[in-house]
């Protein structure tokens, strides 16, 4: 996103784009990063609900999909919350870039 | 509007009104509770928003999280600021200049925002009687400004204006029981929350929507900078925290009291004091009075509520 000049902004600071934040990928925050083992996850959803940077993707008949990785901070609350199966979890936290 | 049904993998299809980019530290327990507020139902909302860490990082000047209409005026005047907008549709409707669209009023706001800088605000609109839902994130400091004690910061929290040293072992003060301070404005419906009972949350939301008048929520929002805690516990302390009976699941409507999620067995305080960094000088062998204090307080507490409860 282009930076913009304060005579081209809007007065009164309004921002009239809903959820223009998804312009700015907080990805690079990351320095630990969520794996999912699918064939460990139950599809129960927590990591979706409770993941504070909207960033679990889910299917139009949702399911869970993969990570959003230009949006996951790296947090771990998604690994720390899974069940996983049979005491498996169903993801992992690795370090970035390993 | 019909009540929207709880489940997982339905609410899953539907899409967030709060936004990914946005700023709050990672593993903050906020968005969270934004996030799982928003979602409970599918009406129209417009809030307001105090200064403090949510207001802060979710609306960066082009940069906004939030999907809905949302505005930010001042730290101390979101009751307000929201009460005049409710008021303001209240009176285009009459005037036939807008449709009725059932719109719900909510403002949201920290502790320090609440229960401290905000409060006469809060408390004047309630009393007035606005259709409104005042939520507060109840992180236990200013921790937009670097972790300053607020009313609501725990007894024993060692915090940057009441650092645990030689002079003082933390707070010494317990917390002022805002949610039972709000129950007494003799508003028809205040809950209290936490984000690990995402389903108790929600209810108590949807509940709170078909209510006409002044509510309040008051919602546990660990914070992991503040509490010195690691990024991935926010949910498994907010969820600690109503198993030790520090932070009750409970609401009143039209005063009658009811807990709405009872701990099988109430763990000792110490599971919720000990992986938090701010508490850690309480376990030393010479400040076990403080330990003992807090759990006496958080006891009194819960049975306190308990009879509440009983009496009906
Ligand atoms: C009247 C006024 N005093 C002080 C400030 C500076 N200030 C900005 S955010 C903040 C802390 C907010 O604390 P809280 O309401 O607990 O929310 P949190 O940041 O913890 O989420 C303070 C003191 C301000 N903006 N306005
Ligand atoms: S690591 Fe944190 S930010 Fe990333 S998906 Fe998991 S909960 Fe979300
Ligand atoms: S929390 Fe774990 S088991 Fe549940 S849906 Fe997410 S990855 Fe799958």
């Not at chain 1, 005579?7 to 600071?13: F, H, M, N, R």
């Not at chain 2, 009750?248 to 409507?253: A, G, M, V």
Request: hydrophobic share 35%; proline share 5%.
């Amino acid at each position: 996103m282009s930076k913009k000049f304060w005579e081209e902004l809007p007065q009164g600071s309004v921002v009239l784009e809903a959820g223009s934040s998804a312009k700015f990928k907080t990805g690079s925050w990351r320095s630990m990063r969520p794996r999912w083992i699918e064939e460990n996850c139950i599809q129960c959803m927590f990591c979706w609900m409770y993941c504070p940077d909207m960033s679990v993707k889910v299917t139009e008949e949702g399911k869970r999909a993969d990570f959003d990785f230009e949006y996951c901070k790296g947090c771990g609350i998604c690994a720390l919350e899974c069940p996983g199966k049979k005491g498996n979890k169903a993801i992992v936290m690795e370090g970035e870039g390993n | 509007m019909t009540t929207k049904p709880l489940r997982l993998k339905e609410l899953a299809k539907g899409e967030d009104r709060f936004a990914h980019g946005h700023r709050m530290c990672a593993g903050c327990g906020a968005p969270i509770v934004v996030k799982q507020v928003l979602m409970a139902t599918d009406y129209p909302i417009i809030a307001s928003n105090a200064t403090g860490c949510l207001e802060v990082s979710s609306c960066i000047q082009q940069f906004t999280a939030w999907k809905i209409p949302w505005i930010h005026s001042a730290f101390e005047n979101a009751a307000a600021t929201i009460s005049g907008v409710e008021t303001m549709y209240r009176s285009l409707v009459k005037q036939g200049k807008i449709e009725e669209q059932n719109v719900k009023f909510v403002s949201f706001a920290g502790d320090g925002g609440t229960y401290d800088i905000g409060f006469q605000s809060l408390s004047g609109a309630m009393e007035r009687g606005h259709d409104m839902m005042y939520i507060c994130y109840d992180n236990g400091a200013y921790m937009n400004t670097g972790i300053q004690r607020s009313s609501a910061t725990p007894f024993g929290a060692n915090t940057t204006t009441c650092p645990a040293g030689d002079a003082i072992p933390g707070k010494l003060q317990h917390r002022k029981d805002l949610t039972r301070i709000m129950a007494a404005h003799g508003i028809p419906y205040v809950a209290q929350a936490s984000p690990a009972n995402w389903m108790d949350l929600m209810k108590k939301v949807q509940k709170a929507f078909e209510i006409k008048g002044p509510k309040f929520l008051n919602v546990i929002a660990p914070c992991n900078r503040g509490w010195r805690t690691k990024t991935d516990d926010a949910i498994t302390l907010a969820k600690i925290a109503f198993e030790t009976c520090y932070w009750p699941l409970f609401e009143i409507e039209n005063g009658v009291t009811k807990i709405t999620s009872k701990p099988k067995e109430k763990k000792p305080l110490v599971d919720f004091l000990k992986p938090q960094g701010r508490f850690k000088h309480m376990f030393a062998p010479e400040n076990e009075w403080m330990l003992v204090q807090a759990q006496e307080y958080v006891d009194a507490q819960w049975e306190r509520l308990l009879k509440d409860e009983a009496a009906g």
